[in-house]
Each structure stands twice: as structure tokens, then as C-alpha cells.
């Protein structure tokens, strides 16, 4: 079978389809990938093919701060999640469709597996299905399908318990419909226009669970808030299994086999511009707690941009092996990646989740929903917070039983054979046809 994997140019989006393209690669299928010139090895790393999106959507998504300065002016919001959107994900529409063409010119795919906000492919799902490949997206989000409870995606909200909450998140949806939703919905629109193509005519977040053949969510069950009306497509596989070797050991492995606890800290690949938000806080909150260990993971960034003085009983790296440093960790600091998020509940670890930007506020809303640890509701903790809520998932055992529950949901979900499963189910194509041929 023939695979493209296409990802927007960023870390978060592109390691779970590595995963996806690392398991069919071992089954022996053969695996193109599309993505930035950044992303390179990282496709190449796995035994895939790379090949570049057109320069429109060529960008290196790991340093967005620098590339979109204007970005550190907008508090988190609809606002900023309507500028991120047109700007990662709607601008480069054309240029990420474009590629896909060219790829498919010369490399005739079964299925596409892409991130689920690789809107490159919204041309295709919105055209004939008899001459493109199947389509299948990663939920690399929180399910972005519309709530029962009528509240809005990335406000961070927990169910509604009662009526009154339900008028209140009806008001909120409202505020989200005029600045986000409706916004974003004219300006999708009109870029699809441009392309010829119709006009989408549902909510764009709900259209990226139902159009695509298969929707991969990468959680449990548990770990989502409860829909009644979800689309066939959607499919709970479980957290993907981390890549072996993806980065060295550091030199002080040892110390995490000592007593003390280990608390990991990171602020993912993505919202790491300002270590000062969450890492060095930490560092501060626990300099003083001799039974524990903080362990820090700067996201690919080197370590001079973390401020000292370091504590003594802290260690960091630039990157690490999340398939060594899981198992050994007693707690989980983050602002909220979802890909580490659901890894790390995968091995029963409580989390202190501290993020509200992209999002992340819905990640640490369904963190303290669940019962597996604590949303600070903030993308910037005091220490002494930090302190207590650390302690609180270290030392009270209903945040590690919560997690314990979870980790032995996600045990329980075959998530290779799922995957392999769904994909073959869908781009099942008669012996006598071959792999459709798109020419749009």
C-alpha cells in the first residue's frame, strides 16, 4: 500500500503521524511524506520519502514567535485562535493542496493520513470521492466536534452540570460565533472560491471530524468530554507508541533511579519562546523540596535560554526520550500539549496543567475534568501555586488512582491493530481499479 502523511510544519502536528508512518512502515507499506523543509530528518528518520510543500506553506513552525513577532501582542482568546487559524492553517490552504497534487502525480497514494488541521486537503474531501485517495486525519486536538452542552471549543470549559451553565455557555458560544467562527468561516470561503470549489457549509471544525474517511482521536474515551451525536468517522485509538531513539540519553540518567520523586516540566515544542511562564517557575516552586528531582525538557531549544541560577536538584536537556522518562516520572508539569499529555496518562501519571493559549486551555479543562490532575487556568503560575498543586498530585493519592484508571484504559485499546485496521478498511480498493488518480 502506498501512504502519504502530510503535516503542517510543526512538531506537534507532525510526531504523531511519524508514529502512524513508523508502524505502516514496518508492516512494509511504503510511506511518502509531505511537510516544511524543517521536518526533513525527522521524516527521513523514520525510513519514509520527504518531500517539500510549495514555499507558501514551507514554513519552520518551531519558532512561530519569531516568524509572526505580532503574535506576543494578542492574549489568548478567540482572537488569537482566529489569527492563528487564518494564518497556519487558511493561507496556506492553496499552497498545501497544491503540494499534495504534485506528490500524487508521480507517487499514487491509497490514503492520506494527514494532521487534522492539514486544511490542504478540504478540496479534495469536498469534491468527488471517486478520484481521490481515502483521506484519513490524527486528532492531534481535543475532538474538535461541537459540545452537547452548546459551549465553544477552546474556552477551556468543563461540562455543563446544570441549565444555568448551559445559558451561560450558549452567551459564551455567541462571543466565539462573531469574532472566531463566522470570521474564520467567510475567510475559508472565500479561499475556497478562489479555487473554484463550493463553499463549506458547516462549522469548519466539525467538518474536519465528519468529511475525512476516518477520524483518529489519539485519547480514550475518558479523557474526552461526552458526545451524543459523534460521526461514524471518529474512531478513540489511544496514544500512539513514541518512537524509540528519537533523542539521546543525557548523561544523568542514573539519578532517576535514586528516591526521589521525579516531577517532569516542559512547555512542549510550540509555546516555548518564554521559559519564564512555566519552566523557570517550577524550578523556583520546588528548590527547596530535597525529596524530588525536576527533570526539564526544553523542547529542542538549547538550554542558555533558561535563565540560572539552576537548582541544585534539577536536571535538564534540550530534548528527551519520552519513551525512557515517562516511566520514571511521578508527576507531569506542562502547559498542555495534548500529544504528551495523553503520553504521559498512558503511564499513569498525575499532571499539573498550566496552559491557555492554542488549545491548551481545553487540554488542562479535561485534565481536571477527568480527576488526573490540576488546571491552574493560567499561562503564567506563581511559584507558590505551582508548589502546592505539585504537592497535591504527589502526595494525594486520588490523582495517581484517576491517572492509574486511565492508564489502564489506554493498556486496553490495541491502538496499532486499530490503526492498521481503519486504514486498511477505508482505502480498500478493488484489485482491477488501482489507487485513484487526482487531478484537481
Known amino acids: 500500500m502506498n501512504v502519504l502523511i502530510a503535516s503542517t510544519p510543526a512538531t506537534g502536528h507532525l510526531n504523531p503521524l511519524l508514529a502512524v508512518g513508523h508502524t505502516l512502515i514496518a508492516e512494509g507499506h511504503e510511506v511518502v511524506g509531505l511537510s516544511g ?15 517539500a ?6 514554513r519552520d513552525l518551531r519558532d512561530i514567535r519569531s516568524l509572526f513577532p505580532e503574535i506576543a501582542a494578542i492574549p489568548p482568546g478567540p482572537r488569537f485562535s482566529r489569527f492563528l487559524f487564518k ?3 487558511v493561507d496556506t490552504l492553496r499552497a498545501q493542496h497544491e503540494g499534495l497534487r504534485q506528490v500524487l502525480q508521480d507517487f499514487p497514494a491509497d490514503v492520506i493520513i494527514a494532521d487534522s488541521l492539514f486544511l490542504g486537503t478540504l478540496p479534495m474531501l469536498l469534491g468527488l470521492r471517486s478520484v481521490r485517495p481515502a483521506i484519513v486525519f490524527c486528532g492531534t486536538t481535543p475532538l474538535l466536534w461541537h459540545r452537547d452542552d452548546g459551549a465553544p471549543g477552546g474556552a477551556g470549559l468543563a461540562p455543563a452540570s446544570n441549565e444555568a451553565q448551559r445559558e451561560e455557555y450558549a452567551g459564551i458560544f455567541k462571543e466565539h460565533e462573531s469574532i472566531f467562527f463566522e470570521p474564520v468561516r467567510r475567510y475559508l470561503n472565500d479561499c475556497l472560491a478562489d479555487m473554484d470549489i ?6 469548519i471544525l466539525d467538518a474536519l471530524v465528519e468529511l475525512p474517511d476516518a477520524h483518529l482521536q489519539l485519547t480514550t474515551p475518558s479523557f474526552e468530554f461526552p458526545r451524543q451525536d459523534l460521526p461514524d468517522s471518529v474512531h478513540f485509538v489511544g496514544a500512539l507508541p513514541i518512537i524509540p531513539n528519537q533523542a539521546p540519553l543525557p548523561p544523568w540518567t542514573h539519578e532517576l533511579d535514586d528516591p526521589r ?7 512542549g515544542t510550540f509555546s516555548n519562546f518564554d521559559f519564564g511562564q512555566l519552566v523557570i517557575p517550577t524550578l523556583i516552586a520546588l528548590a527547596n523540596e530535597p525529596d524530588l528531582l525536576v527533570v526539564v525538557t526544553a523542547g529542542g531549544r538549547r538550554l542558555e535560554a533558561i535563565p540560572g541560577p539552576i537548582p541544585s536538584n534539577a536536571r535538564l536537556a534540550s530534548y528527551l526520550p519520552f519513551e525512557w522518562v515517562l516511566p520514571k516520572i511521578d508527576a507531569f508539569v506542562t502547559n498542555g500539549g495534548y500529544g504528551s499529555v495523553n503520553q504521559a496518562l498512558g503511564f499513569g501519571v498525575p499532571i499539573v496543567s498550566a496552559g491557555l493559549s492554542e488549545v491548551k486551555a481545553d487540554v488542562s479543562a479535561r485534565v ?3 480527576g488526573v490532575g490540576i488546571d491552574l487556568k493560567t499561562d503564567e503560575p506563581t511559584p507558590s501555586v505551582l508548589r502546592e498543586a505539585i504537592r497535591a498530585v504527589l ?9 492509574a484508571s486511565l492508564a489502564k484504559e489506554f493498556a486496553s485499546i490495541d491502538t496499532r491493530g486499530e490503526i492498521l485496521r481503519i486504514i486498511k478498511q477505508v482505502s480498500h480498493v478493488p484489485t482491477d481499479q488501482g489507487a485513484p488518480v487526482y487531478a484537481k
Open 368 to 370: 481536571a475534568w477527568s
Open 37 to 51: 523543509s524543517a521536518m526533513r530528518k525527522r521524516i527521513e528518520g523514520i525510513g519514509a520519502s520527504f518531500r
Open 53 to 58: 510543500l510549495p514555499p507558501e506553506a514551507d
Open 198 to 203: 463550493e463553499p463549506l457549509s458547516m462549522n
Open 395 to 403: 502526595d494525594k493519592p486520588n490523582y495517581r488512582s484517576r491517572a
Open 87 to 89: 494564518l497556519l492553517f
Open 261 to 267: 520523586k521525579v516531577v517532569l516540566v516542559t512547555q
